[in-house]
Nanobody
Framework: QVQLVESGGGLVQAGGSLRLSCAAS????????MGWYRQAPGKQRELVAA???????NYLDSVKGRFTISRDNAKNTVYLQMNSLKPEDTAVYYC???????????WGKGTLVTVSS
């Protein structure tokens, strides 16, 4: 089992920045990749950014150049630095951890990011 706890959401004006954090605990040795998803009202959940244990990183096209995902293995924490935020970035952001051997995705409870225009 893996537990994920997010923090760092909030209200920010367009053009501002926020940093989300996700601390993992439990069977962290089994995690193959961690990432951030988001879900806006009335829309499907989408992958924002992910990083694998080998350091491969993937971003949603609309956040490339503005968001940066990073991972601190010593702290079992993954971060999402979000710059130049836009109103369309408003969503609940969820931390995700993937365990390939079991095919299980673990999710945090989510943190709300609201970007005002």
């Amino acid at each position: 089992q893996v537990q994920l706890v997010e923090s760092g959401g909030g209200l920010v004006q367009a053009g501002g920045s926020l940093r989300l954090s996700c601390a993992a605990s439990g069977s962290i040795f089994s995690i193959n990749a961690m990432g951030w998803y988001r879900q806006a009202p009335g829309k499907q959940r989408e992958l924002v950014a992910a990083v694998t244990n080998r350091g491969y990183i993937n971003y949603l096209d609309s956040v490339k150049g503005r968001f940066t995902i990073s991972r601190d293995n010593a702290k079992n924490t993954v971060y999402l630095q979000m710059n130049s935020l836009k109103p369309e970035d408003t969503a609940v952001y969820y931390c995700n951890a993937l365990v390939i051997t079991t095919g299980v995705n673990y999710w945090g409870k989510g943190t709300l990011v609201t970007v005002s225009s």
